[in-house]
């Protein structure tokens, strides 16, 4: 079997074929998706508990880098706090 290549020009005149054919497809199901009342009022219900979602693993995200800055508690001095020594 022999390997033909494509130059990379033309690969690259080929990915962009695609993407605007790509980027027509999906203009296209907007427009049907924002003509539906319905259909848009649920997208945007889903979109804003998707958007919930990632602001919840955000903030717990920004919890983990916040511990991070902290040194770490030691055992003992977790003891101290605890027995008021």
Request: charged residues 45%.
């Given at each position: 079997?022999?390997?033909v290549k494509k130059s990379r020009v033309v690969m690259q005149e080929d990915d962009k074929l695609?993407?605007?054919?790509?980027?027509?497809?999906?203009?296209?199901?907007?427009?049907?998706i924002a003509a539906d009342k319905k259909r848009?009022?649920?997208?945007?219900?889903?979109a804003r508990k998707l958007a919930d979602e990632r602001i919840k693993e955000a903030k717990a995200m920004e919890m983990v880098a916040?511990?991070?800055?902290?040194?770490?508690e030691t055992m003992a001095d977790y003891a101290k706090k605890r027995l008021g020594d």
């Amino acid at each position: 079997m022999v390997k033909v290549k494509k130059s990379r020009v033309v690969m690259q005149e080929d990915d962009k074929l695609w993407m605007a054919r790509r980027d027509a497809r999906t203009l296209s199901e907007a427009n049907v998706i924002a003509a539906d009342k319905k259909r848009l009022a649920d997208a945007q219900k889903e979109a804003r508990k998707l958007a919930d979602e990632r602001i919840k693993e955000a903030k717990a995200m920004e919890m983990v880098a916040a511990k991070e800055k902290k040194p770490a508690e030691t055992m003992a001095d977790y003891a101290k706090k605890r027995l008021g020594d």
